[in-house]
Structure formats: C-alpha cells, structure tokens
C-alpha cells in the first residue's frame, strides 16, 4: 500500500500566498513524477504542477509565474508554494505520486497515488 498524506491549504484572500505539502509512504521502491491536480466544482481535474525526481518540472499555463512546486526525494516529499492566488484558483488540490511499489510478492509494480485532497478557497 501507498499512502499519500497532505497538509496546507485553507483559506485566503486575493493576492495572498499558501503552501500546499504531500508526503508518500509505504511500500515504496521509487517515485518518478510528483505533483499536484485540481477540481473547481463542475469541473474536470486538470494538471496544476508536476516534477520528476531529477527536478524537472512543469506548470499549466494558468499558474505559471505564480507557483512553485519543489520536492524532497530523500522525504518523498513534494511542496506547491502557491502565491498572487486568485479566487479562480479555488478548487480541491489533489497530490499525486507516479510510484513503483513492492507488492507482498517481491513484485514491483508501477501505480498512481492520489492524496485525499485538500480544499483551497481563494476570497475575492
């Protein structure tokens, strides 16, 4: 089993700043991508931020300039710095975690996490 925990979000007013944190656990063998989704209401989840384990990274076109997405591989750790929000970046922010994971059987088999998500609420 892979668990991904997150913390931050919250509420905020317009032009403010939050930081989003996940962090992975369990039967872990290694994670490649790290990153971050998110789902306003009526709407699709969509790509927000995502990086490898060799630090390349990459943002949707809304969020460029604004966040900054870093990560902690010897933590399997990943962190969205979120600044100059905007009341449309209101959503549900979901972490995800691109892991290979040992199963009971000594199998490595490659699998998508998903964080239970965090609501972010950006106040006009």
């Known amino acids: 089993q892979v668990q991904l925990v997150e913390s931050g979000g919250g509420l905020v007013q317009a032009g403010g700043s939050l930081r989003l944190s996940c962090e992975a656990s369990?039967?872990?063998?290694?994670?490649?991508?790290m990153g971050w989704y998110r789902q306003a209401p009526g709407k699709q989840r969509d790509l927000v931020a995502g990086?490898?384990?060799?630090?390349?990274?990459n943002y949707a076109d809304s969020v460029k300039g604004r966040f900054t997405i870093s990560r902690d591989n010897a933590k399997n750790s990943v962190s969205l710095l979120m600044n100059s929000l905007k009341p449309e970046d209101t959503a549900v922010y979901y972490c995800?975690?691109?892991?290979?994971?040992?199963?009971?059987?000594?199998?490595?088999?490659?699998?998508?996490?998903w964080g239970l998500g965090s609501q972010v609420t950006v106040s006009s």
């Open positions: 995800f975690a691109d892991v290979l994971r040992s199963d009971p059987w000594g199998y490595h088999t490659p699998r998508r996490a």
């Open positions: 990086i490898t384990s060799g630090g390349n990274t």
């Open positions: 369990g039967s872990i063998v290694s994670i490649n991508a």
